[in-house]
């Protein structure tokens, strides 16, 4: 297999003191790789600055005025979760220039597979609102990158992050080109993803698929959410692209989410994903780095999609399992099938 990352320093320069959201993040994914000894049979790609079209594509001017001019005065607060710095318009550019080149990778240099490692993350920004830790939607604008520049006609993002990708659900809410599947904590922040919610009437309809999640869900209750809803939803799509919100919060040691993933959880998520990528788009998918605030969780979590991501085991699962009990998801299951436009005849 033949895998891309990228990076770039000037995501470290984003950062805020005493922000869960920081650059010891990617600092601790990179010593994990480093220390697994996985470097070199990586393919490291500079990304490139997202371009002013590309942005626009997803987002109104008005947002990215706001954000650059903020940056450009020093930086400052958003709102009471998201900051601005005077890096973080050079870090945001990059930060979606990386997913672009993720897409890149996948579809123009060979490559089979691409994780780009970035920060700040993306999925909760909307069209016109900075929120949630994000500035610019970098899965968005990947997908759009795809479409417009490519000439794809279905694109799927999976959302595994705790968080509803509120943002990604509103770009793409009336667009029938692109699948977005979020499965989420609920109720949680931001308070959206309700399984109602399935794309606007028409041929958006059904396009969005929400798994608003108990607490408490782990290692069985995702196993079979993938099973039962993601896996056919996507063979519903048939998409020729899949690029997935690999959001690391859902893990049972995560300081701010409320689920109990383990590490070998999000690695059979991985797994099952790479499966249907190859069933259905000829192995084409990208992943993109979301949330997750544990730095041990990170580097683990990154570690074993990395080895999947280049063909291989995911290796073991040094932080074990957690010890509870997870809530019946049967009846939620069974109650989108009956009622989410994808599953119906």
Known sequence: ???VILSDARFGAHTWYGHPECADRLDAIMEAVTTSRLLSDLCSVA????????LMAVHTPELLWRVRQLSSYGGGQIDGDTYVTIDSWDAAQYAAGA???AVDAVLSRGHHNAFALVRPPGHHATPGRAMGFCL???????????????GLERVAIVDFDV??????????YDDPQVLFISTHAAPFYPGTGPMAQVGTAGPAAGKTLNIPLPFGVGDIGYAHVFEDLVAPALRRFKPELLLVSAGYDSHWKDPLGPMVLSTSGYARLTADLLALADELCDGRIALVLEGGYSLEVL?????????????????????????????D????????RERHPLFGT
């Open 163 to 172: 968080h509803h990708g509120n943002g990604t659900q509103d770009i793409f």
């Open 47 to 54: 990304p490139y600055p997202a371009p002013d079209a590309a």
């Open 329 to 336: 998801l049967s009846h939620l299951i069974a109650t989108i």
């Open 99 to 101: 997913a672009m080149g």
């Open 1 to 3: 297999m033949s895998t």
């Open 299 to 327: 580097g683990a979590c990154t570690v074993a999609a990395l080895r999947l991501l280049l063909g291989r085991d995911p290796g073991p699962d040094m932080l074990g399992g957690a010890r509870s009990v997870e809530p």
């Open 136 to 150: 610019i939607n970098n899965i968005a604008v990947a997908a759009r990158h795809a479409i417009s520049h490519y």
